[in-house]
């Protein structure tokens, strides 16, 4: 089968940096994902990663390795409005989007 | 990145009676799908809207249950049919824009009472 593992639930300081991990097992792979999608609302793009390697973007980096089905999202300098789901998803051989169950993060003053 | 609109935003609904959904996007695309996400679950694939052809369902899924139509390359609707409570969800119209992102609508927020 094909599965996206993230941790359900993380807690972390405004100011501070925080890592969502995700792995995964995919029939082939075109690309990882990340999305935010704050309570009641869309997801909306984060990042995109298809090559080994960290991808930074601001306050947000995307890293990916390949050989270990693992990816994490690094987000620093944590704001209050950071509160949200983080969605994992891989395009896989078919193109296929699998997604992750996300992690909801939850900033603490 | 497309930009996309849905209606309704959010519905009351009766069951029994059916809804339909409609997604609209600011240029052309290829790609439009559509999902389900359930309270403090991720996100479900219900269907790709194929242009000119029948939607692909996912398994779980079916036509009569969620008939969808795309007559174009910028508009998609989604109906569910027959409603009972269990599709209390949001539904999300999706699109792949630049071949390789993708975006999302604002949902539709569907309670069946």
């Known amino acids: 089968g094909q599965n996206i593992d993230q941790p359900t639930e993380m807690t972390a300081t405004e100011g501070a940096i925080v890592q969502i991990n995700c792995t995964y097992q995919?029939?082939?792979?075109?690309?990882l994902f990340w999305y935010q999608q704050h309570a009641g609302e869309a997801p909306t793009f984060l990042s995109y990663n298809v090559l080994d390697g960290l991808e930074e973007k601001g306050r947000f980096s995307s890293f990916l390795s390949r050989s270990k089905g693992y990816s994490y999202l690094l987000l620093k300098e944590l704001q209050m409005k950071d509160s949200a789901s983080y969605l994992c998803a891989v395009k896989n051989s078919n193109y296929q989007l699998i997604w992750g169950a996300g992690t909801k993060l939850i900033i603490k003053p | 990145s497309a930009v996309i609109s849905q209606k309704p935003s959010r519905d009351i609904c009766q069951r029994g009676t059916s809804l339909t959904i409609q997604c609209q996007v600011d240029?052309?695309?290829?790609?439009m799908f559509w999902y389900r996400q359930q309270p403090g679950q991720s996100l479900t694939l219900i269907a790709t809207a194929n242009q000119g052809s029948e939607a692909t369902y996912e398994s779980g899924f079916v036509i009569d249950k969620f008939p969808i139509s795309r007559p174009n390359l910028t508009f998609s609707t989604l109906t569910v049919s027959n409603m009972s409570p269990e599709d209390s969800s949001i539904y999300l119209c999706?699109?792949?824009?630049?071949?390789?992102?993708?975006?999302f609508g604002p949902g539709t927020r569907l309670l069946v009472l």
């Open positions: 995919t029939s082939g792979f075109n690309g």
């Open positions: 999706s699109v792949v824009s630049g071949e390789i992102t993708q975006y």
């Open positions: 240029s052309q695309v290829t790609m």
